[in-house]
């Protein structure tokens, strides 16, 4: 009996459950019977060109159907592009529109529910016979494409060409070419192009079904651009590198670098550029092909100033001697020597611009000294000169030993090298004076000198000093007699 009670109650409460969820909406956003705002929203994107396949700027873009976009009309940017988002599924219409171009209606169909449309447009341009208005054509040209030297790669599109206070704009081509369809009247133009300086053209008058066709074309200067870099000099430290005069060629444009190599040059116009950096004493470098559009600077890798180096070349005899081989020159203070060759030739690279001491030296002859200018990349030829005979003197002091007369005596040189010629005792024969004897050896070691007086021979070793051009002071010996 319970059971049989029981089954009018199920019944009952499958019934009341059934009318319950008859009544809840539906929640899936894919679902279209779900309420609009439960929907996932659909979306429309897209590109407007002309029928050159330019991008159209200015181009109104307006769409009708369930929902109405914030952004609904909606203007092109330099891109051409559009994008509408959070459109309700249904049927959108989508009308085009852009000065000098026939306006295009679009039945879009329905977007469905979390479709995202992708639809791009082409207008072709309106022709002043059909509409019964004057055609103005003619060209904008940018001035960094100008500078390119391949006609190929320039690219003028994209400049926008408004007519002042109509409202109406198109845009050039590749080449830079525009048209306007006008009613008869005076218009002013306005030129603009991104990182480029705006034009405003002189008025224009145009007749009804006329072409006009402007004689020169519109050229628009880049914003100027500024070229940065730094400089570095072959042998110097770190806050050296000042005072480096950097230029661009066939400008005016010239800047010093700072202690640190850094240099800015403002104020340059689009166009590809040789720039060039010098320093007096440093080789100088130039930087071609440097490509200046606009803002932001053009930033140079590190450019490196090797030191200017030159070549120093001459001759040199012997007085008395044919021989002219293994003189020693070099330039005074500085690591360069070189030795002459039998014909007494030499030759010395690689040596940094600037003043030097050239120096000839051999033993057993005085050294020739003389200043020579050396510049970067060039060969400096010294004068030819005979090195004459001597090299080295010795001194001799001798004392009288309280004694009130001069002292008879005579100097004799014991075992002289074969160079010797001959012997001279400079000054007068007053004991208490310093003698200076020449030639004397400059080879190590030293030569016995004998000195005579009436009390008999005084014998001693006098060393003689000097290795090549590098000459200590004269030697004093002191002879007690």
């Known amino acids: 009996m319970a059971q049989r009670r029981s089954l009018p109650s199920f019944l009952m409460l499958l019934a009341l459950g059934a009318t319950a969820c008859s009544e809840v909406p539906a929640s899936n956003p894919y679902d279209p019977e779900a309420p609009a705002e439960v929907q996932r929203k659909a979306s429309l994107q897209g590109v407007v060109r002309g029928p050159d396949e330019v991008a159209l700027v200015g181009a109104v873009v307006t769409i009708t159907g369930p929902t109405d976009p914030d952004n609904n009309p909606l203007t092109t940017g330099e891109d051409g592009a559009f994008r509408f988002v959070d459109l309700v599924p249904g049927r959108y219409v989508m009308r085009v529109e852009h000065s000098g171009h026939e306006a295009r209606e679009i039945d ?239 030759r010395i690279d690689g040596v940094a611009e600037g003043e030097y001491t050239l120096r000839a030296c051999l033993q057993g002859y005085e050294p020739d000294t003389r200043a020579v200018t050396v510049r970067g990349g060039e060969t400096t030829v010294a004068p030819p000169a005979d090195a004459p005979v001597a090299l080295a003197r010795q001194q001799i002091r001798l004392v009288d030993g309280g004694r009130a007369t001069d002292t008879a005596f005579t100097v004799r040189f014991d075992a002289l090298p074969a160079w010797v010629t001959a012997v001279k005792v400079e000054g007068d024969l007053d004991p208490a004076e310093r003698r200076d004897f020449r030639p004397f050896g400059a080879e190590a070691g030293g030569l016995d000198v004998v000195l005579a007086d009436g009390e008999g021979p005084r014998r001693l070793t006098v060393q003689a000093r000097g290795d090549g051009c590098r000459l200590s002071d004269p030697l004093t010996t002191v002879v007690e007699l």
């Open 108 to 346: 879009l169909g329905a977007l469905g529910t979390g479709e995202a449309v992708s639809r791009d447009v082409t207008l072709d341009p309106l022709r002043a016979d059909s509409v019964g208005q004057a055609r103005l054509s003619g060209v904008a040209l940018k001035q960094g494409e100008l500078a390119l030297a391949d006609e190929d790669a320039r690219d003028h599109s994209g400049i926008t060409v408004e007519v002042e206070g109509a409202g109406l704009r198109t845009v050039t081509n590749r080449a830079g070419a525009f048209d306007l369809f006008l009613n008869p009247g005076r218009y002013t133009l306005v030129l603009t192009a991104p990182n480029h300086v705006r034009i405003v053209s002189d008025p224009i008058e145009v007749t009804a079904g006329a072409t006009v066709t402007l004689d020169a074309p519109f050229e628009l200067q880049s914003d100027p651009g500024a070229i940065v870099g730094v400089v570095r000099l072959e042998g110097r430290a770190e806050g050296g590198f000042g005072d480096v005069a950097v230029s661009l060629a066939n400008t005016s444009l010239t800047t010093l670098t700072e202690p640190d190599g850094a240099f800015r040059l403002d104020g340059v116009a689009a166009g590809v550029y040789t720039l060039r950096a010098a320093r007096d004493g440093f080789e100088t470098q130039v930087v071609r092909g440097v490509v200046v559009e606009s803002d932001p600077d053009v930033a140079l890798e590190p450019i490196e100033l090797p030191i200017a180096r030159g070549t120093v070349e001459g001759a040199f005899g012997l007085a008395a001697s044919p021989q002219a081989g293994g003189i020693a020159v070099e330039l005074a203070d500085t690591g360069f020597r070189a030795l002459t060759n039998e014909a007494g030739a030499y």
